[in-house]
């Protein structure tokens, strides 16, 4: 017959087992907050992205946006501004992208291209360009860079000047046709 009382190498293992247990456990209730510590505060989260409603912006006009500090610009182009920004032959751009690689899609999975959204930050020195709405269009119909002379298409795209890369495009999505959340 089997002995019922448990022999003193099973309580030890218990005791060892029980014990790590604890330790681990303890561990984790210390850690957790010097890691969660860590994390962008929820006012850090809740200006790290904007709703834009598209639908109040004019065609062939322009809004500019901050977002934690940062200048985007949404603009509703005009359908001449979108056949220009198509027509560009891109083999011949230092940052090669089509018009619709600049676009995200809407809700049923289109296009847009009237809207196109982009960082407003010139990609040589993080100045500020001026747009097409305020005198002082660059030479391709897009912005112009007046820090050290970059162009960029209305596609935003570099055509002239020292500006290595295109434009970038931030982080957006559609919530319907005309509600857009850009988030950086």
């Not at 040589?124 to 119909?141: A, D, I, R, T």
């Not at 112009?144 to 495009?169: E, F, M, Q, T, W």
């Not at 509600?179 to 950086?184: E, K, R």
Request: glycine share 10%.
């Amino acid at each position: 017959m089997a002995d019922a009382v448990p022999t003193e190498v099973e309580r030890r293992d218990f005791i060892f087992i029980a014990t790590t247990a604890a330790v681990a456990a303890g561990a984790g209730l210390v850690t957790w907050p010097f890691i969660d510590q860590m994390n962008p505060a929820r006012d850090t989260l809740a200006t790290s992205s904007l709703d834009v409603d598209t639908s109040k912006i004019p065609i062939g006009g322009e809004i500019r946006v901050l977002i934690g500090g940062k200048p985007f610009f949404v603009r509703r182009r005009t359908e001449a501004e979108i056949a220009a920004a198509n027509a560009v032959n891109i083999g011949r751009l230092r940052d090669p992208e089509t018009d619709n690689d600049r676009l995200r899609p809407r809700p049923d999975g289109t296009l847009n291209p009237e809207i196109l959204i982009t960082s407003g930050i010139c990609t040589h020195l993080g100045c500020v360009p001026v747009g097409p709405n305020q005198g002082s269009v660059g030479e391709y119909g897009g912005w112009y860079c007046p820090c050290h002379g970059s162009h960029y298409d209305i596609s935003g795209r570099i055509r002239k000047g020292p500006a290595p890369l295109n434009l970038p495009v931030p982080d957006y999505r559609y919530l319907t046709n005309d509600l857009v959340t850009i988030s950086i």
